[in-house]
């Protein structure tokens, strides 16, 4: 979950490193650090908390060269502090590293035995340890960096660099994702496109298992089995003002109001005009039995959501699973199944090994991701883009709605070719669904009255969510979102669950929020809210204005929604969960866009 920048540069490389490292901080922002080559020599600097402190420390204790490796960690193995802080050095070689080596204690003890003693924390020091090993053994760092890898288990992408090596950088991935960014005269390595695209438009993707040698005017990829690999150079086109606030106080504020925008483009991309879906490829839900949806955190949830189209709309059996458990429960996969992985980045760890888990057993793989190119798309038969943008916020928001909307498309789809909608039915949701950017557009006008909920939300200690149907994972998603950013403890429950243990702890401090627009289960859910009220919790009710007139009345805050088919509420109503958890964040001061604890891509176990 760490982010990885190399540069083999024609400027000063320090400035170009920390500003690489801005575009990945979403990835870990326990501490930062940079290594160079100047004239020869390899030196660092490294410092705990935010990058600016990094940014600060260069200013006072400058680093020269135009070679360079950077890094911005989320601590696995050891604290947060300056000594476990990347890049690692040992004598000649500084190394970056996301992922987990699991058997660095081995390697430690192997190491000891010639003399060579960690001073600290982490599995990510031993790298360096063994590559120097090599080194005083007379190998090349080519040499030295290719035998240390091989000795390693666990998951892991790595760049080295070397004293005395100003053309040179050593790049490795097993189970994390790296990139080599081709410019004139210049080189670059990266965790994912975002830190490249200033640089350059020219990326390759290793596969796993590939052994890179870079200089600044060629790289050389080895795979796996050590033969030489010709990797596919691509032309990017990330929108590099995606990765600005353009405004906002923060990425969350910001990725939250570009929802209609981003919605409407993956209308447009999956619907036509002539109510025709459009796939970027077939897939025929006619030979389909049971579809099993994989999936982590908020993704997982929207799954969740999707389960209730898939099933409802177009009768087809559903799992859901949690990536991190289905990988390790190994399930029996029948003929005629379809597993489909849902993933922002495509490169969630869990998820990824659930997929290679399914090659093979599956008789379709599909994936819904945001990155084109990750490795969750590359692996699937059929890779459904969200189009949701480049998204920094740890919190998804348009990635989640974008999810949810492919997912409800590929639905409809799979509807239309087992019969199970008329036409005309299936005419009236798309129609629904084209008008759903409108209805976002309504939707955002609730942040007034939303903060003004949201002050009284940041005094509790505990919140509950409660919804009904497709509610229900919006429920589990608003107290994800709550828990994620402002750090109260928030729990979701199913409506109809709530006299089967939660109500125990419905007391007058407790907050309890009814995701309920006006549906088929609308009475049900006020029934419940009711109960809830007798027992003196403060009820939040979000619902359209007929359910507010309806089952409004003695609540403790009201949030009203615009009207929306029961079908696309769980879309519409992941604003208010949204907008819930940004404002009581806000109240309580915390940091809404890098929250304690968490990263935004999740590439280790």
Request: glycine share 8%; proline share 4%; hydrophobic share 45%.
């Amino acid at each position: 979950m760490c982010g990885i920048v190399g540069v083999l540069g024609t400027h000063e490389v320090a400035p170009i490193l920390v500003e690489a490292l801005k575009r990945l901080e979403y990835r870990g922002y326990d501490s930062a650090g940079i290594a160079t080559v100047n004239d020869g020599a390899l030196d660092r600097r490294r410092a705990v908390g935010k990058l600016v402190n990094l940014s600060d420390l260069l200013v006072h204790d400058p680093l020269a060269g135009k070679s360079g490796i950077g890094h911005t960690r989320w601590a696995t193995h050891g604290a947060p502090t300056a000594e476990n802080a990347h890049p690692h050095r040992c004598g000649d070689v500084a190394v970056v590293h996301n992922g987990i080596i699991e058997n660095f204690r081995d390697l430690r003890a192997e190491l000891a035995e010639h003399g060579l003693t960690s001073e600290t924390e982490t599995d990510t020091e031993t790298v360096a340890m063994l590559a120097h090993h090599f080194l005083r053994n007379g190998d090349t760092p080519v040499e030295a960096a290719r035998k240390t890898i091989a000795k390693l288990e666990g998951a892991f992408a790595l760049c080295f660099l070397f004293h005395g090596e100003e053309d040179l950088i050593v790049a490795a991935r097993l189970g994390s994702p790296l990139a080599i960014g081709h410019g004139e005269g210049e080189m670059f390595v990266g965790s994912d496109a975002i830190a490249l695209a200033p640089m350059t438009d020219q990326v390759t993707y290793l596969e796993e298992g590939d052994f890179a040698v870079v200089t600044r005017n060629s790289v050389e990829i080895t795979d796996k089995n050590g033969s030489r690999a010709n990797r596919q150079k691509r032309q990017i086109q990330l929108e590099t003002a995606g990765v600005e606030k353009g405004g906002y106080k923060h990425f969350m504020a910001k990725e939250i109001a570009e929802q209609p925008m981003v919605l409407g483009n993956a209308l447009n991309f999956y619907i036509g005009a002539n109510d025709t879906i459009t796939l970027p490829g077939a897939i025929d839900f006619t030979k389909i039995d049971r579809l099993t949806m994989v999936a982590c955190g908020t993704a997982y949830l929207a799954c969740l959501t999707a389960k209730y189209w898939f099933e409802q709309v177009a009768r087809l059996p559903v799992e859901v699973d949690i990536a991190s458990e289905f990988r390790y429960r190994e399930p029996p996969i029948a003929k005629g199944t379809a597993a489909l992985f849902v993933s922002q980045s495509g490169e969630t760890a869990d998820t990824l090994a659930a997929l290679r888990y399914c090659e093979g057993k599956a008789d379709t793989i599909l994936s819904v991701v945001n990155v084109p190119e990750s490795s969750i798309a590359r692996e699937s038969d059929l890779a459904l883009p969200i189009l949701a943008g480049t998204e920094i916020g740890v919190a998804s928001t348009k990635a989640f709605t974008c999810q949810l909307t492919v997912l409800l498309t590929l639905a409809m789809e799979a509807a239309r070719q087992r019969g199970t909608l008329p036409p005309d039915q299936l005419a009236a949701h798309l129609a629904d669904m084209r008008a759903l950017p409108g209805l976002l557009n309504q939707a955002l006008r609730i942040e007034k009255t939303v903060r003004k909920v949201s002050r009284k939300l940041a005094e509790a200690q505990d919140v509950i969510f409660l919804g009904r149907g497709a509610m229900f994972p919006l429920a589990l998603e608003g107290a994800l979102k709550l828990k994620e950013i402002s750090y109260i403890h928030a729990e979701g429950y199913a409506s109809g669950e709530l006299k089967h243990g939660p109500i125990a702890l419905i007391d007058k401090k407790m907050p309890v929020v009814v995701m309920a627009p006006t549906d088929p289960l609308f009475d049900k859910t006020v029934s419940n809210m009711q109960e809830v009220m007798a027992r003196n919790g403060k009820v939040v009710l979000i619902s359209d204005q007929d359910g507010i007139a309806t089952g409004g009345i003695g609540v403790w805050e009201q949030i009203e929604m615009p009207a929306v088919s029961p079908l696309l509420a769980p879309i519409l109503y992941a604003v208010p969960a949204q907008l819930l958890a940004y404002h009581t964040a806000v109240a309580k001061g915390t940091d809404v866009d890098q929250p304690r604890n968490l990263a935004k891509s999740v590439t280790v176990e």
